[in-house]
């Protein structure tokens, strides 16, 4: 097992996690996340759910309890309208949901059934109601995973996902199309996998997901300017502003520049994934320069190497 990154394509991800790069389903990865990786991976699939449609989504849910807590019961919804008959049709129909009934001492003494699940009935719906989490000792968790396009027909549909020894949380292993993340190298323009760290021209992968985004972003406008060595970027619109090579503007003009809205586009995108997930501190520490203006308060430059045309020479 090493240290890794994994996604799937541009819907879930990236997220750091554990895995083994030799054991493949069908060239697809197995990664093993902490309980913090597990939650954001939870928020991102109820989000995708809710754009997307539950039909089409699995979700993971991270229910909290305590060792000396009563057992609950906690009802997980769907957009999806439960089927009570082949011919009932109505919009009036219940939506499906699934019950979560979660005995909180067994669970602390490793009991195999400590946890179950089921559609949910009138009547888990109202112990839901009733039955609060409560409790003073320590935090336990509960993760589930949930493929709600056959919840309503399988008894398979829902699972708890066991934490190993080390406390990891398999999710979607031989199941889902998970990918390492790759990395771009601002040096030679190659990629490589997360956990390959230096690249084959000698530069060693930054460790910050804003200096990872500042070397892919300045990737892409190197595709275009290979002089290019900074920009500037305006976090109020979240775009790149001004591209420099040393002191001198390069013109961005879409018909008199290098550049095209397409290679502008794709590197602010790149920045803006990246923002999302960081503070201030974190911007400074990647070495991002605070440079205000007299047009907005919020503009950084970000620099990365120079580009290499050509690998190094044995």
Known sequence: MIDSRVCIDDMLGPFDCKLDPHNR???WMSPYFTLDAARELSAQTLRMADEYGYDSTDTIHVIEG???SRDTVHIIESDLKRVTDEEDEHDDREPLAIAVRVNWRDL???AGEATTLAV???AARKAARRRKPNGKGATRTVVV???WQWADESDTAANVIEPTRDGL????GWEWTWSCTVWWCPGCGGH???HDTECWCGLTRPETDLEVAAWTAGCILHDRAPEATSVLVDLNAARIVSVFADDTEIDTADDTG???TETLGSADEILRKALDRTTPADRSAAGWEHTPDEKSAHVYRISFPAHRLAPPTA
């Open 25 to 27: 389903w069908n060239g």
């Open 66 to 68: 305590r060792t000396d």
């Open 108 to 110: 602390d003494e490793g």
């Open 120 to 122: 949910a009935t009138p």
């Open 145 to 147: 995973h949930i493929r």
């Open 169 to 172: 949380y398999g999710i979607g």
């Open 192 to 194: 490589a996998d997360w």
């Open 258 to 260: 290098p550049f095209d």
